[in-house]
Nanobody, 124 residues
């Protein structure tokens, strides 16, 4: 089992940047593929980005391609989401998730472990 704690959210102006971090407990971090999801008020949770166990497979939702970058540091048991050129429509609670699959991608049902979320607010 793995526990996830997100950090790095906050208030930023349109066009600004934030880097979210997700710290995972345990010594088996490398066995999990990781994903970032977000949920805006009144909307369903949606996929943002995913990375495979060893980082060889990465995917993004079209809305963030070219602006967001997912990465992982196995030595630090941490996955990151670098968010640049933020837009008001990026405002949401961002969740980190872990899957025992080699690469779960956008399939949220394959992620049994979730963090509590971190709020990202983008002012226009």
């Amino acid at each position: 089992q793995v526990q996830l704690v997100e950090s790095g959210g906050g208030l930023v102006q349109t066009g600004g940047s934030l880097r979210l971090s997700c710290d995972a407990s345990g010594r088996t971090f490398s066995r999990y593929s990781m994903g970032w999801f977000r949920q805006a008020p009144g909307k369903e949770r949606e996929f943002v980005a995913a990375i495979s166990q060893r980082g060889g497979w990465i995917s993004y939702t079209d809305a963030v391609k070219g602006r967001f970058t997912i990465s992982r540091d196995t030595a630090k048991n941490t996955v990151y989401l670098q968010m640049n050129s933020l837009k008001p429509e990026d405002m949401a609670v961002y969740y980190c998730a872990a899957s025992v699959s080699d690469y779960a991608g956008s399939r949220s049902h394959e992620y049994p472990y979730w963090g509590q979320g971190t709020q990202v607010t983008v002012s226009s």
